[in-house]
């Protein structure tokens, strides 16, 4: 077994990364950046190593968990959720709806990203969160949870004026299957619908599924976070040699 706290480490380096890359890549290669372009290259075979390697273990961790305590977590949670709501209306409202950072409002996250974790962790699945920098986490020792760990707040980053971040606490991070998800506190949150411009403010995400729908983390929620192609994660188990070819020139 992996050092988990190494690869969360290692996943949010990644993260970062991005960014970085994406940028890289956008510029024209002129001659002196040859170099840098094999720097690059060597980069992204590393970040796609990484990538498997992580998915690898995110899947194997999650479906070996299935059977056993995960399903009696499930299995608690939600005859708790069927007592706490029996006898209230709910409505199964797909209305489309975002939530948005009440203090500094310039960090939002479309309703439609986020999925909610054995009906408790409320995740967005939205990596533009990470690579806006739109957020920031404070990472501390893993303390395990519900069979999953707690390793870090999660603060706004949004700006306020200029040169002042917002930092408004936003959740926490988890790590579910050795990947880090942001959960995120419904009363954190302004949940806007529609044309609305006055935030509606839930207390609970309970409270906010009477109103609204949230759909369970699949797996290819997963692989869409890690950001593999299909046929990335088909060659997971292959060695792997023909990556990264023509990039340059
Ligand atoms: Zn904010």
């Not at 990484?50 to 977590?73: F, K």
């Not at 609204?212 to 290819?220: F, Q, R, V």
């Not at 890690?226 to 990039?247: K, R, V």
């Amino acid at each position: 077994m992996k050092n988990e706290r190494e690869v969360l480490e290692v996943y949010l380096v990644l993260l970062s990364c991005k960014l970085f890359i994406k940028t890289g890549r956008s510029r024209k290669f002129g001659g002196i950046s040859v170099l840098l372009a094999k720097e690059k290259v060597c980069q992204k075979e590393r970040e796609n190593q990484e990538r498997a390697r992580l998915m690898e273990m995110a899947i194997e961790e999650i479906s070996t968990r299935d059977p056993g305590v995960l399903q009696e977590i499930i299995r608690i949670h939600q005859l708790k959720q069927n007592i706490a709501t029996a006898g209230t209306q709910r409505s199964s409202n797909n209305e489309p709806f975002k939530l948005i950072c009440p203090m500094c409002r310039t960090v939002e996250i479309q309703g439609s990203d986020v999925r909610n974790i054995m009906g408790k962790y409320f995740v967005p699945v939205d990596r533009a969160l990470f690579d806006g920098l739109k957020i920031k986490c404070k990472t501390h020792a893993p303390e395990p949870m519900d069979g999953l760990e707690f390793v870090g707040e999660i603060f706004c980053n949004g700006d306020t004026e200029p040169g002042k971040k917002c930092g408004h606490k936003l959740g926490i991070m988890i790590k579910y299957g050795s990947v880090p998800y942001l959960s995120i506190k419904a009363d954190k949150f302004g949940f806007l619908f529609g044309n609305m411009t006055i935030p509606k403010i839930f207390k609970r995400w309970k409270q906010a599924q009477e109103k609204l729908y949230i759909a369970e983390l699949t797996k290819d929620d997963i692989k869409r976070y890690i950001q593999l192609t299909d046929e990335d994660f088909a060659g997971l188990h292959e060695s792997d040699e023909e990556t990264s070819s023509s990039d340059d020139e």
